[in-house]
Each structure stands twice: as structure tokens, then as C-alpha cells.
């Protein structure tokens, strides 16, 4: 019987003490610290219900639901929370397998981030993305099978393969992408332009670096969600740079221009004083380039940073980290033991250098557990993890929930959490 489990992810360093970067507190954090004491466990924020009423009663339905709905095989299905709350948003990054989808659920609408990825003799991901999304919009009948948005980062396969089986199956009313409409993902991207085509009406936003001001941008085709209270912002922070910047070429000496990886969308999403960070498959010359832009301030800074490019040697920079301070981290990538091209454990996914810049940059905390993380392609070894790193390789699917007062909650789909 499957295990799921719902984990709050629990502070580092302890509310009661705020939250220090270099020796001062944060501002942006400063605002959220006096509710972060009755939000990093569970039973304490549940205790804390006579303040949260609706939401936790909202939690313990959805830990119910969670526990009566598992099913035997594997990978095992989380099925998305059948509630909605007002003042409540949740990410959930689909296991995919070696890819990209993330779900952005609103309390008035959803938007999806890439239709990632893994395709091989053992995985599907198309149908496991739409699966999931079925099994998502049942839940949320309010939706009626609508995207507000697909977002596409970049057009490699791991990020767009699944596009025509969304397209067939649900509504979308508008499109983002970085306008690159070759690499292995292109058949997404020209799916979504024929779409578009054939639908009049449909809005396609190419985001170009050339028109992301100091506060990044957003429209109301990037931001099409307009919720009643609490009311979510989505903005992009970067897209595809026109002009080569005199990048220096990557660790191989590959041109970091021509990757696609470094023209990916990166998208802000705040949502009350919850924020996330999803960063594409963005490497070092665009990450470095990006927080030079912005620099330490709040355009960066955020709750919840989804993992550039599946936990690469080269997605994980510590100027990003110190940048987005992050509590909780999310690696998309699939597990290490299915072993063909393409995988995580072709690629070497999650690697060690990076889970462990993560593990020492993440705030909180989460109950120890050994995962496999890679020393070099098709080469993994143990690690015992303790910090609020998640993966789709080890955990499934990955939901991060958040209130307007910036409190999170992780759930993932296996039970292989050590309590
Ligand atoms: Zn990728």
C-alpha cells in the first residue's frame, strides 16, 4: 500500500529567531517571521487552528484523503488535494522522470510550466502527466479543464514533449515561451504556434531579454490569474537573450549562448508573502548574468526555489543561492535506476556538488533520508540528507503548499520519509 505523506517543512534555524541573512534580518522575511513559530510543524500549526480555522481543517481533510486514496505499483500516484482554500496555493512538480512539469494551482486557476520529459521503454511521461492533470481537474471541477497558461522555458524535450497531449485533452488560453523554436523540444513549440494559429483569440507571449525591465515583466498573458483575495503574481525574470552577451564558453567548451538551457523563461510566482522561484534549465552563465541584473534584492529572493536543470553540476550556482535564500528546495529530475538515454542516471542527476550547495543553503529542514545522488553520469553513490531538499527521484511528486502569511507544506508521493 502506498505511503503518502504530508510533511511541513520545518525550520532551520527556529521562528522564534528570525530569519538572519548576513547577520541582518531580511526584510522580505522579517514580515513572515512572527507566523513561522506556529507553522513549522504540523501538529503545531494545526494546534494553531483557531487562528487558521478553514485551512486546517483543509489539511486534516486533505491528509484523510491523501491516506485513503493511495493505490498499489509503482510510481506510486499522489493525487492532487481535492480542496481548494481561499488564501491557498500549491506547486506540484509531477514526477515526470527525467524532466520538467510544474502545476501552479490558485485558488481561481492553474498554469502549467513545462510538460516535461523521460520517454523510454519503462516511462511514459505524457501519460503520466495527463494522469496526473485528469486526476487534478476532477478535484477542481471549478477549473473545467482549463489552463490559464502554458508556460514553456525552453524547447528541449524534457520540457516540452508532453504539449500536444495537453493540448488535445484540456483548454488553454494562452501561451509563454522564450520564442526558440529549434532543439530536441521543438515539436512542442510548433505544436503550440499551430495551436495558436488555429485558434484566434489565443495569446502567445514570447519573453525577450530586451523587454524585462529591473522589475521583471509581466501582462496579463503571463499573469493571467486574477483571484478574488489573495491574488497571485507571475512575472519573468529572464527569456531568451537576443544578443550574446560575450558569455564564456561552459566547463566543456560549449558556446553558452547557443544553449538553449541559458535562454530559459524564469518565472517569479508570489503568492501573498509565499514566493517560488522556476528557474528552467538556466546554467551558469545566464544564473550569474541574471543575479548580476537583479542583484540580492527581492526580485530574486524567494520560499521555494525549483532546481535549474534537473541538479546539474552547472544548474546550482551559489550566487543564485545567495541570491534567492530559499527554505525549501525541488529537484525535478526521476530516479537512478532506470537506466537508459536521456534518464538521470544517463545524465548524472541530481550531483553531488549541487544537492549538497542546496543542502547547506536551504532553511529548513527535513526528517533524514538516504538518496542516491551522482558523481558523474551513470556514477551515484549514497547521501544521507537532512535539509528540505526534495526530488522527484526520491520523493514522486513533490506538492509545496503556501498561504498568504508565507507558511509551506510538503507532501510527496512516497513514503520513504523517515520519521
Ligand atoms: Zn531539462
Redesign the pocket.
Known sequence: MFEATLRWATSAVGGATGLAVGGAVHPTRSARSAAAHISVHADEFIAAGASYPLYALGVIRRVLLVLLVGSCGAPPPLSPPQATEQGVMRAHFIDVGQ??ATLLEFPCGAVLVDTGGEQNAELDSDALLVAYLDRFFAGRPDLRSTLSALVLSHP?A??THGVGAVLERYAVKAFVDDGLTTGSGRAGVAAVRAFAAAHPGTRLREVSNDDIGPEGMTDDVIDPVRCDGVDPHLTALWGRVPVDPGWKSDAHGRSSFENA?NHSVVLRVDFGRASFLLTG?LEVAAQEAMVAKYGRGRMLDVDVLKVA??GSYNGTTEALLAASTPEVAVIPMGPSERRHAFTAWKFGHPRRVAVERLARAVRRRRPPLDVEVADGVSAFSALRLDAAVYATGWDGTVIVEANANGELAVRTSRGKLND
Open positions: 524532466g520538467d528541449h524534457d520540457h538551457n534549465d536543470h534537473h
